[in-house]
């Protein structure tokens, strides 16, 4: 079982920059073995794709409406995942997820993911 933390999350002005933390303990594999990823929900609306990446960090996907101003990287000795976040909008106001997958290639579905944190509340405010 692996343990997925979430921290970072707070209020910024519309076009600040806010920078996500993941963190993970635990598990029967090493850390660099899993892909990782991050949503987001609004409620009332489906769990959004916002980014993912290899357990090496050589690829890394983005979703359209994040691409050019998000950043997702990851650090395997710290077993730690971020998420860089800059012109930051009103819309990208959520409730942000990190998910761990047993896998090597990232995915952009919420099925590919085995492990997800509690989420960190983003509020972007105009």
């Known amino acids: 079982q692996v343990q997925v933390v979430e921290s970072g999350g707070g209020l910024v002005q519309a076009g600040g920059s806010l920078t996500l933390s993941c963190s993970t303990s635990g598990g029967s594999g090493t850390f660099s073995s899993y892909a990782m990823g991050w949503f987001r929900q609004v409620p009332g609306n489906e769990r959004e794709f916002v980014a993912s990446i290899s357990w090496s960090g050589s690829i890394t996907y983005y979703g359209d409406s994040v691409k050019g101003r998000f950043t997702i990287s990851r650090d395997n000795a710290k077993r730690i995942m971020n998420l860089q976040m800059q012109s930051l909008k009103p819309e990208d106001t959520a409730v942000y997820y990190c998910?761990?997958?047993?896998?090597?290639?990232?995915?952009?579905?919420?099925?590919?993911?085995?492990?997800w944190g509690q989420g960190t509340q983003v509020t972007i405010s105009s």
């Open positions: 998910a761990v997958g047993a896998m090597l290639r990232p995915g952009k579905e919420s099925s590919d993911y085995d492990y």
